[in-house]
């Protein structure tokens, strides 16, 4: 079936395993075939014998929607067959909302309010302090899935590649935490549970993503990500002993 190249990614084809296909995850050697003057051919995949992305067609948004309702599909596209790379200040910007989030519940229980120049410069620094908490838990809830990951599945991780793909997969899929900034800017009464929700939604998404990522079943992802909360939960209760979240 001919097409247009509307919402094509990539204009060459690729090495033998460079993309995977969408349906059953099996390596591919192209995504589509360009027969020039504009006409495209989206390749089938060998094993399956269904289009290896069908995405490659798709508008930007419905690829993203698909992203949010947690389609494996839609997963192994943006993974495997796209070129982003804005993981690490996807990262980042999450962290500061959350870090956000934990400075100005701070600041609502505390009753000072000083205008003095040294009373800006602690609450300032209770921000950056915020966000160091914020990264020191997201890195134990990392260290955690990659343990248990190894430890049940060593095979799946003897790479160096293993792991970044991995953890790019984790760092994506973590784009639920951007609905933060939202449910403090509509702040009402049910705040606590839109974060509840978020925190689900977050943990659905990684659990999707290591799925995809290592081509596993719906059980060890989940367990990771549980040995993940563990090792999360005992850096947050550190943290509370030793007040340095307060």
């Not at 296909?21 to 989206?42: M, N």
């Not at 389609?71 to 870090?99: D, S, V």
């Not at 190894?150 to 590649?161: D, F, I, Q, Y």
Request: glycine fraction near 4%.
């Amino acid at each position: 079936e001919a097409l247009t190249g509307r919402g094509v990614h990539s204009p060459t084809m690729a090495a033998l395993g460079a993309y995977r296909c969408i349906e059953c995850s099996r390596e591919a050697a192209e995504l589509y075939r360009d027969y020039q003057r504009g006409v495209l051919r989206i390749s089938i995949c060998k094993s399956c014998q269904k289009p290896v992305d069908k995405y490659i067609e798709y508008d930007p948004v419905i690829i993203l929607i698909n992203a949010v309702l947690c389609k494996a599909q839609a997963y192994r596209h943006i993974l495997f067959n796209t070129k982003i790379n804005i993981h690490g200040k996807l990262c980042i910007f999450c962290l500061l909302c959350e870090a956000y989030l934990r400075w100005l519940q701070l600041q609502d229980s505390s009753q000072n309010t000083d205008p003095d120049d040294l009373i800006r410069y602690a609450k300032e620094w209770d921000f950056y302090r915020m966000f160091g908490i914020a990264s020191l838990e997201q890195t134990s809830f990392l260290i955690g899935i990659f343990i248990s990951l190894w430890w049940m599945r060593p095979e799946m991780l003897k790479t160096k590649s293993d792991f970044i793909l991995l953890l790019k997969a984790l760092l994506l899929s973590s784009y639920g935490k951007l609905l933060l900034i939202p449910s403090v800017i509509w702040e009402h009464d049910y705040t606590p549970l839109c974060l509840a929700f978020i925190k689900v939604f977050v943990l659905i998404s990684n659990s999707q993503a290591i799925r995809v990522t290592l081509n596993l079943n719906r059980i060890l992802p989940w367990l990771a990500i549980f040995f993940g909360l563990i090792l999360e939960n005992g850096v947050v209760c550190l943290v509370q002993k030793l007040r340095w979240d307060v």
